[in-house]
C-alpha cells in the first residue's frame, strides 16, 4: 500500500513538472514572438510615416522658404531610415525625424497661411496620430522586451530558458539625449 502511494505521488510530481515545463517552454515561444510583432507594428508606422512626409514636405516648401535646412534635415533623415538595417539605426534616424516634425510644426505657427491650409492640418493631424501611435507600439515593444528578458532569467524558469538556447536579451527603444533634455520655450 505505501509502495503505491510513494509510487502515485512520483507519477503525480514528474506530470507537475513536465506540466511545468511544456507550459514555460509555451510561454517562451509566445514572449518571443510577441517581440517581433512589436517590432513589425512599428515598422508598419514608420512605413506610413514615411509615406506622408514627402506630402507634408510639399505642403510647406512654398511657405518656408526660410527654413529650408529643416526640411533638408527631414528629408535627409528620411532617405537614410529607408536604408538602416539594425534596430538601433532605425530608432536613432526615427527619433530625428520625431525631432524635425516638432521643428517643422513649431514653425508652422509663424505662417498663418500655411496654418489655414486644410491639406497642411490633416497632414499634420495624420502625423500627429501615427507619432502618438508610435509611442503606444515602442512601449508594446517595451513592454515585451522587459517581460521577455526578466522572464529568461528568473528561476526555475532559466532552466528551460537555458535549453531552449534562448540567453540574448533584446535591446529596449530608448529615448536619445537630445529628447532627454529639458526644451527651451521662448515668448
Not at 517552454?25 to 506622408?52: S, T
Amino acid at each position: 500500500m505505501i509502495g503505491i502511494i510513494i509510487l502515485a505521488a512520483i507519477i503525480l510530481l514528474v506530470i507537475i513538472i513536465v506540466g511545468w515545463w511544456i507550459g514555460t517552454y509555451n510561454a517562451f515561444i509566445a514572449l518571443k514572438a510577441d517581440i517581433p510583432k512589436a517590432l513589425g507594428n512599428i515598422d508598419v508606422l514608420l512605413k506610413q510615416r514615411h509615406d506622408e512626409l514627402p506630402k507634408l514636405i510639399a505642403a510647406v516648401k512654398g511657405y518656408m522658404k526660410h527654413e529650408k535646412s529643416t526640411l533638408a534635415e527631414l528629408t535627409k533623415a528620411r532617405t537614410a531610415w529607408m536604408k538602416a538595417k539594425t534596430l538601433q539605426q532605425k530608432a536613432k534616424l526615427s527619433n530625428q525625424i520625431s525631432e524635425s516634425l516638432k521643428t517643422i510644426f513649431a514653425v508652422a505657427e509663424n505662417y498663418p497661411q500655411l496654418q489655414a491650409s486644410a491639406n497642411f492640418k490633416q497632414l499634420q493631424e495624420r502625423i500627429s496620430g501615427i507619432e502618438n501611435e508610435l509611442a503606444d507600439r515602442r512601449e508594446f515593444y517595451n513592454d515585451s522586451t522587459t517581460t521577455y528578458n526578466v522572464r529568461i532569467k528568473q528561476f526555475p524558469a532559466s532552466i528551460v530558458a537555458n535549453k531552449m538556447g534562448l540567453t540574448e536579451e533584446f535591446e529596449l527603444f530608448k529615448a536619445t539625449t537630445e529628447e532627454k533634455q529639458d526644451v527651451e520655450v521662448k515668448f
